[in-house]
């Protein structure tokens, strides 16, 4: 059975930082591609960052380009999303997801299988 399981989520105050991660049991991360998702309460879920199997490269949403970063170490199978300068708009559960092919794309209906979430909370 495949699954995700997301960590790393907490309360933080304006411009600190976070590291969320996503575990896999059930299959290996990475062969796929890997996507973080975010929703806020009341909001759509927004897509925010991808990077495909082999991280060739990586895709942001322009919401949080030049703070959050994603990563993958294939030693251990877990895909990363440092948050750094976090602003309370960034409050939100978040969630990864892996697509079950090599490369990333746009939309969470192009997602296979999805973790439970971790939430993010932004607040002085």
Same mark, same amino acid.
């Given at each position: 059975?495949?699954?995700?399981?997301? @960590?790393?989520?907490?309360?933080?105050?304006?411009?600190?930082?976070?590291?969320?991660?996503?575990?896999?049991?059930?299959?290996?991360?990475?062969?796929?591609?890997?996507?973080?998702?975010?929703?806020?309460?009341? #909001?759509?879920?927004?897509?925010? @960052?991808?990077?495909?199997?082999?991280?060739?490269?990586?895709?942001?949403?322009? @919401?949080?380009?030049?703070?959050?970063?994603?990563?993958?170490?294939?030693?251990?199978?877990?895909?990363?999303?440092?948050?750094? @300068?976090? #602003?309370?708009?960034?409050?939100?559960?978040?969630?990864?997801?892996?697509?079950?092919?090599?490369?990333?794309?746009?939309?969470?209906?192009?997602?296979?299988?999805?973790? #439970?979430?971790?939430?993010?909370?932004?607040?002085?």
């Amino acid at each position: 059975q495949l699954q995700l399981v997301e @960590s790393g989520g907490g309360l933080v105050q304006p411009g600190g930082s976070l590291r969320l991660s996503c575990a896999a049991s059930g299959f290996t991360l990475d062969d796929y591609a890997i996507g973080w998702f975010r929703q806020a309460p009341g #909001k759509e879920r927004e897509g925010v @960052s991808c990077v495909p199997r082999g991280g060739i490269y990586t895709k942001y949403a322009d @919401s949080v380009k030049g703070r959050f970063t994603i990563s993958r170490d294939n030693t251990n199978g877990t895909v990363y999303l440092q948050m750094n @300068s976090l #602003k309370p708009e960034d409050t939100a559960v978040y969630y990864c997801a892996v697509r079950l092919s090599r490369m990333c794309r746009e939309g969470g209906v192009a997602y296979d299988e999805w973790g #439970k979430g971790t939430q993010v909370t932004v607040a002085s």
